[in-house]
């Protein structure tokens, strides 16, 4: 299926690896010009590179910190006048933390990396999309926000402050052909995964074998998913032929998440 986005132009935050590499590897292939953001430069320069190099299409990466409003500056400016879609994807790690320790500082700062930065970026780009007649928007989160954790307070309350944002705003939009959507993956076989497994079972006093099994028996698609499950997702709510869907929380996790709705 061509997506026609062919020409287009797209900003994609945390694109250095995993989801959000996998997300630009998606839209370049169909012809999408990028913007590409991640904290560390060396790793970020190297995907721009390789995606350059297979796909042909313009990238310009931008190492800068988006959780911080200097970092998300920098990005709009390298991305310039023209941006037709935009993937936040705030590329924080969720650590579990008792309730009782989460401090005001704590607070703050998810709110800021998992709810204002994302919310800025939409009112920075979001105007001019509608004034041209196209945008899409979505929003990386996680498949929890529908079935909350306990340990996860901290993270859940800025994912979900975003989605009730997002709910009211892409109904403001949807009539000038601008949509937003919350994409919410589960287990994707990417580094951070592994990562939080090995810290699982560090904290479990157990051994990372045994949590990845666990983990498996209890996703009914029996499997971790490879990120590029992920990034054609995305891709295609990018397409044109997505522009009736808007303002949902799409849940991609292998049925895991047992609810109708």
């Known amino acids: ?43 970020l320069v190297e995907t721009a590179d390789e995606i350059r190099a297979e796909f042909g299409v313009e990238v310009t990466p931008v190492a800068a910190d988006f959780t911080e409003r200097a970092g998300r500056d920098a990005i709009l400016a390298a991305a310039g006048s023209t941006v037709d879609i935009l993937v936040n994807n ?33 009112q920075a780009v979001a105007p001019d999309m509608a004034a041209r007649g196209f945008g899409r928007i979505v929003n990386m989160s996680v498949s929890f926000i529908k079935f909350p954790q306990v340990g996860f307070a901290h993270s859940h309350a800025a994912r979900l402050a975003l989605s009730g944002a997002v709910a009211s705003i892409a109904r403001d939009l949807i009539r000038h052909n601008v ?14 995964l592994h990562t939080n497994l090995h810290g699982h079972a560090a904290r479990g006093k157990t051994t990372y074998e045994a949590i990845v099994q666990d983990r498996l028996e209890t996703c009914p698609a029996g499997r971790f998913a490879d990120p590029s499950e992920c990034g054609d997702l995305i891709a295609y709510l990018c397409s ?6 808007s303002g949902q929380n799409i849940v991609n996790d292998g049925g895991v998440y047992q609810g109708l709705f």
């Open 90 to 122: 705030p590329g924080v790690r969720q650590v579990p933390t008792p309730y009782a320790e989460i401090t005001s500082d704590d607070w703050r700062y998810w709110l800021e990396a998992h709810f204002l930065s994302s919310v800025e970026m939409i």
């Open 179 to 192: 949509t937003i959507n919350t994409v919410c993956p589960g287990l994707f076989d990417t580094d951070a």
């Open 240 to 245: 044109a032929q997505a522009g009736f869907m």
């Open 1 to 43: 299926m061509d997506l026609g986005l062919n020409g287009r132009r797209a900003i994609v935050t945390a694109a250095s690896r995993g989801l959000g590499r996998a997300t630009a590897c998606a839209l370049a292939r169909e012809g999408v010009h990028l913007t590409l953001n991640a904290r560390s430069e060396g790793p």
